[in-house]
């Protein structure tokens, strides 16, 4: 049964398809066909799971057994092609067992940030209706809330019930999927109240695996992943790419800058970059060395902005920075290569990745299309606004391109904060302050962040009489609303009246302006 309706996907210009299939970006191969045939070439790839909590090690032939004893359990609870699954785990072997038990099934998985809260992930798990959902009992401030999965068939909790659900003999082989049929989900904050949902096939999920595996350095080393594999590129970077090039997975379940230059001085493992922030607070923070920057040679940055001034400090310490540009939506767009000149790494985002094309409007709005592209959103009026009739995806995001054919990121028209690499939707943080007592408006933008590239900030018009709140206040009360915390206000403003326009729209160019003069 379709788990999502047909008329809530894009639909793919045949002349688009036929090319991606031609050139080779496109194949057959499904998820659960890639895991057989890698998994079996490299049995005894390290996995390990660097965690105060939950650690573990072993290799790749001891997750793989235990995924398929899980598809094998969950096969005989009914879970097959097309159904869904869902996940809230942090970086677990546990995460990575239905992971590929879903892929196996040729189930569509669906990855939740382990850090979301009740609010966020109610309302994926009313929108994806999945056979199976599996969670972690506690961790950290988070803990699993039965209620929103009471009318889920299968439910698995790590540390309670988890192993339960493992048959004793291991599915065999995979079972066929459609290749362009939906295999993942992503959820992604954005301009919307709720988070979008993001959908993804076998074929260009696949193609975004080959494509970002081409791309990295050859001698990258052994990497550290600690970005949410809840979060699609954590997910793409732990449990596909290294499978697919049968290197060693290494997961950390938070990011501790501390912890890391501890595995990268006893450990031999990198970081080899993702948000800004990952490389920043390393090299700031007071264990740093130069013994483990000599151990680092690249950083590839991207999920957030990446200011020049951070490449350029990157690369005089002798660590090659690149960046790139994409979304959950488009996940690899453009790419400066890790081996080209430093004008195009250290201050452009690249040249589009192949098969890839872009243009810009006449707004300068960057608009996409290529194999990696997603198939569209849960919700069909997001696919109509995003997408049109030649395969072109809206970004939000405003740039140029220059002589050289590079592009670079300068504006933003969406309505998001990126946070430390995760989407803020200014709308669904507004909605929440407007239910606080005494506001009579609210308007979140995003500030700059020395550590994270950009944090909320709230400004409020109050009701005549009213105070404006304190921080204390609003974190009592975003808690209350089951918000995920990276998505509170880290700065409060009131303001008598707004800038507006003479439509009566807020301006909030000129509240970002201002917010960004008030933090110098």
């Known amino acids: 049964m379709p788990t999502i309706p047909v008329t809530a996907l894009r639909t793919i210009p045949p002349e688009l398809a036929r090319r991606y299939e031609t050139e080779g970006w496109w194949t057959v191969e499904t998820l659960g066909e890639l895991l057989t045939e890698r998994l079996r070439l490299a049995p005894d790839a390290e996995f390990r799971v660097h965690s105060k909590v939950r650690p573990w090690s072993g290799t790749f032939a001891d997750v793989e057994r235990s995924a398929r004893r899980l598809a094998a359990g969950l096969h005989e609870r009914g879970v097959g092609p097309g159904d869904v699954v869902a996940f809230q785990l942090p970086n677990w072997r546990e995460a990575a067992v239905v992971f590929w038990a879903s892929a196996l099934l040729g189930a569509v998985v669906v990855p939740i940030v382990h850090f979301y809260g009740p609010k966020e992930v109610g309302y994926i798990l009313r929108s994806t209706r999945p056979s199976a959902f599996f969670a972690a009992e506690r961790f950290g401030r988070q803990e699993f809330h039965p209620e929103l999965s009471a009318s889920v068939p299968v439910v698995g909790i790590v540390g309670r019930d988890f192993e339960e659900l493992l048959a004793d003999e291991p599915m065999a082989g995979f079972l066929p999927a459609d290749p362009a049929a939906p295999a993942l989900i992503a959820f992604t904050s954005g301009t919307t109240r709720d988070p979008k949902g993001v959908v993804h096939s076998h074929q260009t999920l696949l193609c975004e695996t080959r494509q970002l595996s081409a791309a990295y350095p050859p001698d990258r080393g052994k990497q550290f992943t600690v970005a949410p594999v809840g979060h699609f590129i954590g997910m793409v970077n732990a ?95 453009t790419w400066a290569p890790h081996d080209g000149p430093a004008r195009i790494r250290l201050h452009t985002d690249g040249t589009p990745l192949g098969g890839v094309e872009v243009r810009l409007d006449e707004d300068g709005e960057i608009l996409t299309r290529g194999p990696d592209l997603c198939l569209g959103y849960t919700d069909p009026e997001l696919t109509k606004s995003a997408f049109d009739a030649d395969g072109w995806y809206r970004t939000g995001d405003i740039g140029v391109v220059d002589e050289d054919g590079c592009l670079s990121i300068v504006d933003r028209k969406a309505d998001v904060i990126i946070r430390g690499g995760e989407n803020i939707s200014a709308l669904e943080v507004e909605e929440v302050l407007l239910g606080m007592a005494g506001v009579a408006e609210a308007a979140v933008v995003a500030a700059p962040d020395a550590r994270l590239g950009e944090h909320a900030a709230a400004v409020l018009r109050m009701l005549p009489g009213q105070v404006l709140p304190g921080l204390a206040e609003l974190r009592a009360h975003f808690e209350r609303a089951g918000i995920a915390r990276q998505k509170w206000p880290e700065e409060i403003h009131g303001v008598e009246d707004f800038p507006r326009t003479a439509s009566g729209k807020v301006k909030k160019f000129v509240l970002r302006q201002d917010v960004v003069s008030r933090n110098r």
Request: glycine share 12%; net charge negative; proline share 7%.
């Open 239 to 333: 449990f596909l790419i290294p499978v697919l090039d049968g290197s060693p997975i290494n997961l950390g379940d938070v990011w501790d800058p501390a912890q890391a230059l501890d595995l990268i001085a006893h450990e031999d493992l990198v970081v080899g970059g993702g948000a800004t922030y990952y490389m920043t607070s390393l090299l700031d923070h007071p264990d740093c060395t130069p013994e483990h920057v000599s151990r680092l040679k690249y950083a590839g940055l991207g999920g957030s902005a990446v200011p020049s001034a951070v490449t350029t400090r990157l690369e005089g310490l002798g660590i090659r920075a690149f960046r790139s540009y994409g979304s959950t939506e488009h996940p690899s767009v």
